[in-house]
């Protein structure tokens, strides 16, 4: 996924000599905390957030060009970056909003953190019981039965407590990727306990054929 | 996760006499763009974001009261919901921040959209080659090379794209599970071609075992 696919078209663009009284509004308007500041070709040259505004307008100051950040301050990703990479900037910097440039400096787009926290909670946000499903549907030949009680003997057998296949499924049903992830203590637990249950169902699906 | 372990302890109360003109220089020194505002008992009764602040001041408002949103207008968590919770309000709302109350809904913190972003980050920023240690850690007896000449193999047949496993240890080595579930189209399609992978392995050490 490349940063122009993440990012939010709908944003505005000002220019030096806009207004600061007006650009104040216009950013109430469309509820935006920061703005690019771009010259007539588009390409960025400063940046505006609610805190510029609110200075300027205590100050009396008249343009953007005032009181904006310079180019030089602000962190862009390229329309061609890793979408991971805004995602790592607005981490690490406590950013709201990322402009995204084209090779041409001019701004086509910003990647928000709400939009990455949608994006990245799809995929938190997942039910466990379709991973299940996945997994089952990929050993032929084993039942759900025999996954929830593999992977209620797994539990039993990492966690010290007992727990029976009905259990575990009820667990799982109504649990999601991200919380299976805190409950196991990471990702690689998480894989690690899921790849035991495999095993196991792998190990008595041999077990019969040999029969 | 609750909510009161992902929250931002470090954010500052307003009361509904504050002066909008000290309020703004205070947001502005913080790097705020919201802030709630609180009672005698430190309990929510409204809340600001920088764009009440930019009308007000242009508007000539001198009391927070006269500017803030209501306190029936502010989406809230409790410190004991699932963190997720406040995941989700952020994502469904596009959320900068989402206050943290506690049972006498006085605010104890604020998730903000950014700290969503840097925890969700550190699962999406994981090594698929630490997926697979775990893994093999977990298959006991089966060695790096055969996951590796394994998962080529899985690869090469779900992709009908021919691949070595030199390459493919190249490839999950820099790679992360992000970019890897973009790549094979979702998390249940990553984690299938995983369990094949073990399927594989399980599959050839007990023809070794039988032999």
Known sequence: MRAKELMDKDFVYLNCDDSVVEVSKVME?????TCPVVNENKQLVGWITSFDITRGLRNGNEKISEIMSGYEEVATVNENDPARLAVILTANN????????????????????????????ELYDIKVSKLYKAMQNQLKGVTWE???????????KTTGKKITAEEYEANIMNS???EAIWATGGLEKFFAG????????????VGRARR
């Open 29 to 33: 308007e469309i509820r935006r905390f």
């Open 94 to 121: 406590k950013f709201v909003t990322v402009p995204v440039v084209n090779d041409n400096n001019q701004v086509i787009g910003m990647v928000r953190a709400c939009d990455i926290v949608e994006l990245l909670s």
């Open 146 to 156: 025999e996954l929830m009680a593999a992977s209620a003997l797994v539990s039993t």
């Open 176 to 178: 999601t990727f991200g």
């Open 194 to 205: 899921l790849i035991s249950v495999g095993e196991l169902v792998i190990a008595r699906r």
